[in-house]
């Protein structure tokens, strides 16, 4: 079975700029995940979809994080404007039952 | 609040030692635990979980732990390191039932001497 699929793997902006981050999981997996992991920490929970609802979005920092998942498959994640702090991995992960399957991350670094 | 911790930010063994990392949760509900690796360049993966049933539970690669629900703990071992299997080991807990909601240690940094 194809694995999660996350792009761009590695991206570099400036302060104050805009990054758009795409995910499409497991077919099947109606549960999806974002999740943040900043250096030298474990992954922390942005977003949780189940389909295209949010089930659980209390520690995304809605004043400049966004995501949605359009069609209840793939989804993007998006930061506006970001901060030196946003440096860090976005996981993107799924499951259809109970355990998460996590794609390879996007490395993002503001500078 | 909902916390999970990891005592060990870095261990350094020998291959053949015997490897134990210690996993503390901070509720006392119904929870699943888990345990993630990280690989050098590659992605989370599902090494072992617990849900219900017998508390040692075997995973891949030789892995297991024990749950122990008087000391809100899931300790992951191994009886003999190997060298592949320097890593990142991530314990993590769903609070609850349902939907997965995973929360994550800060992970430990694993590293086998030749």
């Known amino acids: 079975e194809a694995g999660v699929a996350q792009s761009p793997r590695y991206k570099i902006i400036e302060k104050r700029q805009s990054v758009a981050f795409w995910c499409n999981p497991i077919?099947?997996?109606?549960?999806l995940y974002w999740y943040q992991q900043i250096l030298g920490q474990g992954p922390k929970l942005l977003i949780q979809?189940?389909?295209?609802?949010?089930?659980?979005d209390s520690q995304l920092p809605k004043d400049r994080f966004s995501a949605e998942r359009l069609k209840g498959v793939d989804s993007t994640l998006k930061i506006q404007p970001a901060k030196l702090e946003d440096s860090a991995v976005y996981l993107c992960?799924?499951?259809?039952?109970?355990?998460?399957?996590f794609g390879p991350g996007t490395r993002l670094t503001v500078l | 609040a909902q916390s999970v911790s990891q005592h060990n930010h870095h261990v350094i063994l020998s291959e053949a030692a015997s490897l134990e990392l210690g996993c503390n949760y901070s509720y006392g509900g119904t929870v699943n635990l888990f345990w993630y690796v990280q690989y050098p360049g590659q992605h989370l993966q599902l090494l072992l979980k617990?849900?219900?049933?017998?508390?040692l539970v075997k995973g891949i690669k030789g892995f297991e732990a024990e749950f122990i629900k008087s000391k809100f703990s899931f300790n992951l071992r191994k009886p003999s390191v190997q060298w592949s299997d320097t890593a990142e080991y991530f314990c993590a807990v769903n609070y609850g039932q349902g939907a997965q909601k995973l929360v994550f240690g800060q992970g430990t940094r694993l590293t086998i001497n030749p």
């Open positions: 979809f189940q389909n295209n609802g949010v089930v659980d």
């Open positions: 077919s099947g997996h109606a549960t």
């Open positions: 617990y849900f219900s049933g017998d508390p």
């Open positions: 992960a799924s499951s259809l039952t109970d355990s998460l399957t």
